[in-house]
C-alpha cells in the first residue's frame, strides 16, 4: 500500500461545460500524482499534487535517450453515480512488460492501480457523462538523471494526468478510412514495438501525414520483415471478420497487447464466434475482399473502442468494406463494451474495477 | 542571421581542475542556447541563458510520444589558444534529415552553427585541454505541445548545452570487447535507424546490460531483416580492415550516417586506402577472421573518435583481433583525427571551423 500525501489545489479550474463534445486530450484536471525513482531507494515519496509544470535538468535523460512509457485506461461514471475503471491491471502489467525491456525499475501492480483510483477520486467531479465521453488517465514513467552517455537512467518519475475527453477520432462510431503503409515501418520484431514506448509513436508520424494528404484518417502497418503481414494501426489493434471467422494478428513482439483487443477476443470466444489470432498478410485480406469474404474490418482501443473500418488503400487497391456503414458485430462489440464500462450491462467478464 | 539575446549568469560555476581527466557527460557548462518554435511563426526567441532547469507542462508531447532529437559534437582548445569545431555543418545537416524523419521543424544550417559558435565563445574557459578531453557540445530539440494524441506537435524548444568531457569509454584507446547481438533489434529499414532520435537509444539498452553482465561494453547490431548484416555500435559506425581492404557497412536507411565514419573514409581515400562502404555479413567477419585476414576492427564516433575493438563474440565464437592490441590504422587515425581537431597537423580536408 503507498501511502499518498496529497495537496489539493486552492485554486480549482472551471470544469468543462457537460455539454460540451469534450476534444481528445486538450484539458486535465485540477491534480496529477508523482512518484520518485532512485536507485538504492526505490520509488518513494508518492504525493497528489496540483496539476502543475515539471522542472527538469536539460541534460534529463527522457529529452536525450528516449527512456519514457506511457498507459492509457479510463475511468467512467455510471448513471446510479458510480466510479468504474476498465481492467486497470490489466495496464498494471503492460506497464511492467514495457518496463522490462525498456530497463525502467517496475512499479507494484497494486501500487499502479491504487495510485490510480486515489486520484481519479479527487477529481472525480471531472468525469464526464455526456455520452462518449470519458476521464482518460494517462500515466507515464519518464527518465530524470542528467547526464549525457547511452546507459538506463538511475532516476525516473512516474506521473499520472487526467483528462476528460470525447471521442479520439472526429469520426465517432463513423467508419474511417485507412491506408496500409508500405514503405515506412512502426516497429520490427526484436525491437521496441510491443512497448508503450514514445519511440514506436515518432516512428509513425511521417506516414501518418502522408496518409492524411492522401485523405486517411490512419495507417495501418505491416510487419517490417516481410512486409506482408498485418501489425496494427496507430492506436489501435485490427480485427477482421472473413467469411465468419474473427481473424486479429497475434502478439509476435512487434505490436501492443491491447486491452480492447483482449476483451474482444474474450466477447467474441463468450458469444461463440470463432476467432483466430495468427500471422495475416495484406494479400489474404486482398483475396477476401475481392472474394466478397471480406464482412468486417475494426481497429480496437482504449481511445477510439471501436473504430469500424469502412475503406482501406493497399498500394492503388481500394477496398471498401461494408458499403462504408458499421458492421453488426462492430456495432454488438461497441454496445456491448461501452455497456460494461458504463455499468448498463451486467459485467459477467468482472472487469470493471469500482473507484470507492 | 539569428539575433541571439544574451544574459550571462552572475553566479559562475567552478571550473573543473585542469588535470581533471573528465567523466563523460556529467557536468555542464555555466550556459545555454533556446530558441521556440512555433506553427505560423516559425523558430523565434534565440536567446542564450544561465544553464538552469526548464519547466514543460506535464502533458508535454516529449514525455508521451518521443518526438524528440540530438545531435553530438566537439570543440577544442589549439595549443595557440584557438577555438576549433569539427565539420559542425555536417550536424547541422544531420539535424535537418532527423527533423524531416521526425516530422520536426528544421533549422536553417547557419542558424545552427551560429548558435553553437555564440555559446561555445561565452563558455570558453570551460573547454579543457588535457590530453583526450574536450568540450562535447549538445544540441537537441523536443516537442512541447500539452497534448495526449499521435500527431505532431506544433510547438517545439532547440537547446544547446555544453560539457566538458574526458574519453566516452573508460578503456580510453584500449580495445573494447563488442558483444555481437543476435535476439534484440535496435531499427529497421524504413524505421528510425538513421535519424538521431532518442527512440533508436532507449531500443538499445537491454542488450547492453546483457553484454556487460557477460562482460562486454559494447554492443555491435545486426540488421533486423536478416540478422545477418552488420549494421553499426550503440554510438559507433563500425570498420573492418580485411586483407588490406577497409570495409564498413554502407548507408543503408537503419544506421547514423556519422560524422567521424564519414571523415575516416575521406582520410582512406585520401591515403591510398581501398575502402568498400556495402553489406558485410557476419559470416563474412567470422570467415575472414577464422582465415587470419581480420587485421583491424574499429569503432568511430564524435564521442570515441576512434575506438580499437580487440574482442568480439558472436553466438559462441569468440574473435580475438590483432592480439588485443591497437593496430596500425586504427593508430594513424586516431593521430590524425585528433591532430588535425586540435590544430596541430595541417587541416587539408577544410573541416575544422573556428570560433572568432
Ligand atoms: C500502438 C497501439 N496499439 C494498440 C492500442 C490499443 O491498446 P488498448 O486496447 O490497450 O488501448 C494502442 C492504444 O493504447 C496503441 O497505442
Ligand atoms: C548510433 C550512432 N552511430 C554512430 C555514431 C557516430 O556518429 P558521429 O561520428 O557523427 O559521432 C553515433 C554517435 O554520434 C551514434 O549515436
Given at each position: 500500500m503507498l501511502d499518498i500525501k496529497t495537496t489539493k489545489t486552492t485554486t480549482p479550474k472551471e470544469l468543462p461545460d457537460k455539454d460540451d463534445p469534450l476534444k481528445f486530450g486538450t484539458i486535465f484536471t485540477d491534480h496529477m500524482f508523482i512518484m520518485d525513482y532512485e536507485e538504492g531507494k526505490?520509488?518513494?515519496?508518492a504525493r497528489i499534487i496540483p496539476y502543475q509544470p515539471i522542472s527538469l535538468e536539460p541534460s534529463a535523460m527522457v529529452f536525450h535517450y528516449g527512456q519514457e512509457m506511457f498507459e492509457g485506461l479510463k475511468a467512467y461514471k455510471t448513471e446510479d453515480g458510480r466510479i468504474l475503471l476498465f481492467r486497470p491491471h490489466m495496464n498494471a502489467k503492460r506497464t511492467n512488460n514495457t518496463c522490462r525491456r525498456l530497463c525502467i525499475p517496475e512499479i507494484p501492480e497494486e501500487d499502479f492501480v491504487q495510485a490510480i483510483k486515489e486520484l481519479v477520486k479527487i477529481d472525480k467531479a471531472w468525469i464526464p457523462t455526456k455520452e462518449g465521453t470519458s476521464l482518460y488517465i494517462r500515466p507515464f514513467i519518464i527518465a530524470t538523471d542528467p547526464f549525457l552517455g547511452v546507459r538506463p537512467s538511475h532516476t525516473y518519475k512516474f506521473m499520472i494526468i487526467l483528462s476528460p475527453v470525447?471521442?479520439?477520432?472526429?469520426?465517432g462510431l463513423n467508419p474511417v478510412k485507412i491506408w496500409i503503409e508500405d514503405e515506412y515501418v512502426r516497429a520490427v520484431k526484436?525491437?521496441?514495438?510491443?512497448?508503450?514506448?514514445g519511440g514506436n509513436y515518432v516512428a509513425s508520424l511521417k506516414a501518418q501525414i502522408k496518409a492524411y494528404e492522401e485523405g486517411y484518417s490512419q495507417v495501418l502497418w505491416l510487419d517490417g520483415v516481410h512486409r506482408k503481414y498485418i501489425e496494427e494501426v496507430g492506436a489501435m489493434n485490427i480485427f477482421f471478420k472473413i467469411n465468419n471467422v474473427v481473424v486479429t494478428p497475434k502478439?509476435?513482439?512487434?505490436i501492443l497487447p491491447g486491452v480492447t483487443r483482449d476483451s474482444v477476443i474474450k466477447m467474441c470466444n463468450h458469444w461463440g464466434i470463432k476467432v483466430e489470432e495468427r500471422l495475416i498478410s495484406i494479400d489474404e485480406v486482398y483475396n477476401a475482399h475481392k472474394d466478397g469474404l471480406l464482412e468486417e474490418v475494426f481497429g480496437t482501443g482504449t481511445a477510439a473502442v471501436i473504430s469500424p473500418v469502412g475503406h482501406l488503400r493497399w498500394e492503388n487497391h481500394i477496398m471498401q468494406v461494408e458499403d462504408g456503414g458499421i458492421g453488426p458485430l462492430s456495432q454488438k462489440l461497441y454496445n456491448t463494451l461501452t455497456g460494461i464500462q458504463l455499468g448498463k450491462i451486467e459485467d459477467v467478464y468482472n472487469w470493471t474495477v469500482e473507484v470507492e
Open positions: 526505490g520509488w518513494h515519496d470525447g471521442p479520439y477520432y472526429p469520426e526484436g525491437g521496441i514495438g510491443e512497448a508503450k514506448a502478439l509476435n513482439g512487434s
